[in-house]
């Protein structure tokens, strides 16, 4: 039988590609459409376009979508717009948490899954398993530690089955922020060179939008006894260097490089890569496509 789904920021990057694998259930989405397209949704979606810093908005669309599973996406998370509107990304990612939140207290639903990111751990080196302290460095970070805060206040309080999925960094088509792999790949594609690149040797977990999307739906398919937190990523660290050359191999030319002190983080990890032996092993979800295949469809255009 079909479950109604909610899915917040479900118009956005990884939410579309989520709303794609659940055709299957009845779905509806929230989303301002800040960075989401109403394109990139299904038809037969249906968009409830508000804010969810709004209470009586977001009251509204739950009542009308009567949801029993919940999918939390909707947030500020691109770091620089973060940190130079810190009060923005506290009222979007934690107070529009709270809205939703008490939007369901009354009729709680069977599942609430809450995206949460890599950020909120420590920095330190090596694979990092979810029982590794959550000590982040950054006002990303922060505010997901306090959305996971009130989503374990919430299970509580109601009963609710919640589960925390901490995504790593995604890849894939409909980004539509400047992280380095967009950055990277429009540079190589408007044949911009030297490409003007920040801190080559930092490493990161890079995961397909589709391979995450599919985790998600996974987890809002776990077993009834199953909830808790899991990491979604790749396992495999990689450097923006290591990225650049796989884009030199896909098309077959040297990339000239220069670096650009204004892209670099002043607050960067020198590492973040994800332990994901836990997902694997409960749902048996582990990603498909290569950071390779995934490049190379992006330079494809």
């Known amino acids: 039988m079909a479950r109604n789904i909610l899915v ?24 301002d459409l800040s960075r989401g397209n109403r394109e990139w949704l299904p038809r037969e979606t249906r968009l409830h376009a508000i804010d969810i ?3 009586a908005d977001v009251q509204r669309a739950v009542a009308e979508a009567m949801p029993n599973v919940v999918v939390h996406l909707a947030a500020l998370h691109f770091l620089p717009e973060v ?16 809205n939703l939140l008490e939007a369901l207290v009354d009729t709680p639903p069977e599942l609430f899954l809450f995206a949460s990111t890599a950020a909120v751990y420590q920095d330190q080196q090596g694979a990092m398993p979810e029982s590794c302290p959550v000590n982040p460095v950054d006002v990303y970070g922060k505010t997901k530690v306090e959305g ?66 599919a985790a998600l739906a996974a987890l809002i398919s776990l077993p009834s006894t199953d909830h808790g937190t899991f990491n979604v990523g790749s396992g495999r660290g990689v450097s923006v260097a290591d990225l650049v050359g796989i884009c030199e191999k896909i ?7 220069e670096v650009d002190p204004s892209r670099q983080r002043s607050q960067d990890r020198m590492e973040l890569i994800a332990d994901i032996s836990r997902i ?21 255009g």
């Open 8 to 31: 917040t920021g479900g118009g956005g990057f990884i939410g579309s590609h989520l709303v794609e694998c659940l055709q299957a259930e009845r779905v509806e989405v929230i989303d």
């Open 53 to 55: 810093r709004s209470p």
């Open 83 to 98: 940190d130079g509107a810190p009060q923005l990304a506290w009222e979007v990612n934690v107070e529009g948490t709270i």
């Open 148 to 213: 996971e805060r009130l989503v374990a206040e919430f299970a509580a309080r109601t009963g609710a089955r919640c589960v925390v999925a901490r995504i790593f960094n995604v890849i894939g088509r409909r980004e539509t922020n400047p992280h380095v792999v967009p950055e990277l790949v429009g540079q190589v594609r408007r044949k911009n060179f030297p490409i003007r690149l920040g801190n080559m040797d930092s490493r990161r977990d890079y995961t397909d939008v589709n391979d995450v999307a």
């Open 251 to 257: 098309i077959g030319t040297r990339i000239a490089v």
């Open 280 to 300: 694997r092993n409960t749902v048996g979800w582990s990603p498909v496509r290569t950071l390779e295949e995934t490049l190379s469809d992006l330079l494809s």
